[in-house]
């Protein structure tokens, strides 16, 4: 099963709004990363923040996480069409072997 | 561009017939990892490996198989193909092993798999 849950599992917004997509995992991790994926292809790394940190900020994105509640949030501000992707959290743990667990994703749609 | 290859785009093969997909990480990255991405979920960790070792497995059964090479080449194997393995092949490269510090990973383009 899936180490990361992403809710929602779609997001329709209008192009200038906030998007805000949340992840869950089950499991203690080193970090957790977000990347983004257009049409099927190859995923983008966003950002990362590790287990000890709180909030990071790139640009237009911030992100949270909480390892207490075992969950972290990826905000997009001022969103933009070009933002319509699939955006997945991932985290990475070294219990019996490194492993990078990928959650099911959010697809976001903005719409112009 | 991450620097990432794949070869091929797209594959098509037969049920119970092999396969060799191939990814070329960026020069210096020690680690590469594979999954799987059946449409419309998310990617599924195959395995990792760091400097020719597999160091790390996710749920797969033993007909799937890598070699990694000191050139940063690489290659997933799937032997006794079923119609279940049809989906994105993805390869990413990092420089050292991911999770011990702050190693982004790079991903490929994909290879595309349909097993009739």
């Known amino acids: 099963s899936q180490q990361g849950e992403e809710d929602p599992q779609a997001l329709s917004i209008q192009e200038g709004e906030n998007a805000t997509m949340n992840c869950s995992y089950k499991?203690?991790?080193?970090?957790l990363q977000w990347y983004r994926q257009n049409s099927g292809r190859g995923l983008v790394h966003l950002i990362l923040?590790?287990?000890?940190?709180r909030e990071k900020h790139s640009g237009r994105l911030r992100v949270t996480l909480d390892t207490s509640k075992k969950s972290s949030s990826l905000l997009i501000t001022a969103s933009r069409a070009a933002d319509t992707a699939s955006y997945f959290c991932?985290?990475?743990?070294?219990?019996?072997?490194?492993?990078?667990?990928f959650g099911a994703g959010t697809r976001l749609f903005v719409k112009a | 561009e991450t620097g990432v290859t794949q070869s091929p785009t797209h594959l098509i093969k037969t049920r119970g017939q092999q396969v060799t997909l191939r990814c070329s990480s960026q020069s210096g990255h020690n680690t590469v990892s594979w999954y799987q991405q059946a449409l419309g979920q998310g990617p599924q960790f195959i395995f990792q490996?760091?400097?020719?070792?597999?160091?790390g497995r996710g749920n797969f059964p033993p007909r799937f198989s890598g070699l990694q090479f000191p050139n940063y080449s690489s290659e997933l194997n799937v032997n006794a193909l079923e119609l279940d393995d049809s989906a994105l092949y993805l390869c990413?490269?990092?420089?050292?092993?991911?999770?011990?510090?702050?190693?982004?990973?790079?991903f490929g383009p994909g290879t595309r798999l349909t097993v009739l």
């Open positions: 990413a490269s990092s420089l050292g092993l991911a999770g011990v510090n702050t190693d982004t990973q790079y």
């Open positions: 991932a985290t990475v743990s070294n219990t019996g072997g490194f492993k990078t667990i």
């Open positions: 490996y760091y400097r020719e070792e597999e160091n």
């Open positions: 499991t203690s991790i080193n970090n």
């Open positions: 923040i590790r287990s000890n940190e």
